[in-house]
T-cell receptor, first 115, second 112 residues
Framework: GAVVSQHPSRVICKSGTSVKIECRSLDFQATTMFWYRQFPKQSLMLMATSNEGSKATYEQGVEKDKFLINHASLTLSTLTVTSAHPEDSSFYIC???????????FGDGTRLSIL | GENVEQHPSTLSVQEGDSAVIKCTYSDSASNYFPWYKQELGKGPQLIIDIRSNVGEKKDQRIAVTLNKTAKHFSLHITETQPEDSAVYFCAASKANDYKLSFGAGTTVTVRA
C-alpha cells in the first residue's frame, strides 16, 4: 500500500520550454502533497506544499510563478516548471500523505535536464 | 526552525555486520521521526518511523531508538546485506506541522 507514482521519470528539453510533472497517489487519497528538489549527493529541499482544492504554500526563495503547482484532486498534483532554463535542471520528487499524522510516501522522482 | 544533523556521511560495512546511523534534532517539540532509504535514481522509501511516546521500534533487521532527553535517534541495521547499500535519510517533524526536516544523508556501502 501507499504507492505514489510520478511521471515522467526523465525529461530532456530545450531552454524556454515548460515542463509538467505529475504526482499521483495510487491507493490512497492524499490530502496533502509535497514537492521537493534534490541536487546530486544532497538532501531533499522542500519547494512547496499543496492541499487539495487550495493554493500551494511555497517555501522561502521558491518562485511561485516559476514553479506552478496544482492539486486538483485527492489523488493528483502537478508541478509545472515554466520557461525552464539550465539552472532548473535537477531531480524533482513528490510525496503524499493521507492525512495529518500520517507518513509521507515518495514518488520515484523526475530527472529534468534543460539543454 | 528544526535542524537535523546526521552522522556519519558515509559508512562502509562488511556483509553481515551491523550499521548504525545517528541523528540529532534541535526542536524539543518534534515528535515524529521517520527514516528513508533512497536507492540510486529513485525516490526515498519509508523504512521505519518512531513517535516520541516510544523509545524503540523494531522491524526485522531494522530498529530505531529515540532518546528524547538528549534529542537524538538512531537507525540500526543488523546482518547487513548488499541490497542494504543506499543513501539513508533521517527526518523530524512536529505533530501539528506537516513539514519534514531532513538530515544530510548517509551513504551506506555493504561490502560482499
Amino acid at each position: 500500500g501507499a504507492v505514489v507514482s510520478q511521471h515522467p521519470s526523465r525529461v530532456i528539453c530545450k531552454s524556454g520550454t515548460s515542463v509538467k510533472i505529475e504526482c499521483r497517489s495510487l491507493d490512497f487519497q492524499a490530502t496533502t502533497m509535497f514537492w521537493y528538489r534534490q541536487f546530486p549527493k544532497q538532501s531533499l529541499m522542500l519547494m512547496a506544499t499543496s492541499n487539495e482544492g487550495s493554493k500551494a504554500t511555497y517555501e522561502q526563495g521558491v518562485e511561485k510563478d516559476k514553479f506552478l503547482i496544482n492539486h486538483a484532486s485527492l489523488t493528483l498534483s502537478t508541478l509545472t516548471v515554466t520557461s525552464a532554463h539550465p539552472e532548473d535542471s535537477s531531480f524533482y520528487i513528490c510525496s503524499a500523505r493521507a492525512g495529518q499524522g500520517q507518513p509521507q510516501h515518495f514518488g520515484d522522482g523526475t530527472r529534468l535536464s534543460i539543454l | 526552525g528544526e535542524n537535523v544533523e546526521q552522522h556519519p556521511s558515509t559508512l562502509s560495512v562488511q556483509e553481515g555486520d551491523s550499521a548504525v546511523i545517528k541523528c540529532t534534532y534541535s526542536d524539543s517539540a518534534s515528535n515524529y521521526f521517520p527514516w528513508y532509504k533512497q536507492e540510486l535514481g529513485k525516490g526515498p522509501q519509508l523504512i521505519i518511523d518512531i513517535r516520541s511516546n516510544v523509545g524503540e521500534k523494531k522491524d526485522q533487521r531494522i530498529a530505531v531508538t529515540l532518546n528524547k532527553t538528549a534529542k537524538h535517534f538512531s537507525l540500526h541495521i543488523t546482518e547487513t546485506q548488499p541490497e542494504d547499500s543506499a543513501v539513508y535519510f533521517c527526518a523530524a517533524s512536529k505533530a501539528n506541522d506537516y513539514k519534514l526536516s531532513f538530515g544530510a544523508g548517509t551513504t551506506v556501502t555493504v561490502r560482499a
